[in-house]
């Protein structure tokens, strides 16, 4: 049995992965049956503000939802936007881990790897537009 966070990290993982790739990664989809049908709506995103990190509702945010059975496991996916494939796909991945986590394996770690390529350049383009700031010492401050 697979723990409750290892699940979380790979249905955050396939939220994430780019639709194009997660396509290309699963062009073909095995039988599964729709519990609930790709679906669009809206989520309310809350933000943190102040030092002591109260909760304020910063807008809404469109998301496509689904259920789909495969074999005898559940997949559920929400997926940021309005792409109902992508939503499909990341429900029938999450059936088949809960069915056989090393049979998805070498696809979510292509797509953890992409992903870390992914942030490690927006760190890097960040980190170019870095400031040193210094201060002299005055000799009253000494």
Known sequence: MTSVNERRAVMGLLSR?????LAE????LPEAT?????QVGTVMVQ???GGTGAAFNMGEMTVTRCVLQV???AGHAHVQGRDKAHARRAAVVDALWQADPGSVAGLLATLQAEEAARRQAR?????ATRVE???LVRGEDA
């Open 17 to 21: 992965a780019r639709p194009d790739r």
């Open 123 to 127: 760190a890097a383009k960040a980190a």
């Open 34 to 38: 729709e519990l609930r049908a790709p």
């Open 133 to 135: 700031f210094f201060t």
């Open 47 to 49: 933000g943190r503000i």
């Open 71 to 73: 074999g005898s496991f």
């Open 25 to 28: 990664l699963l062009p073909a």
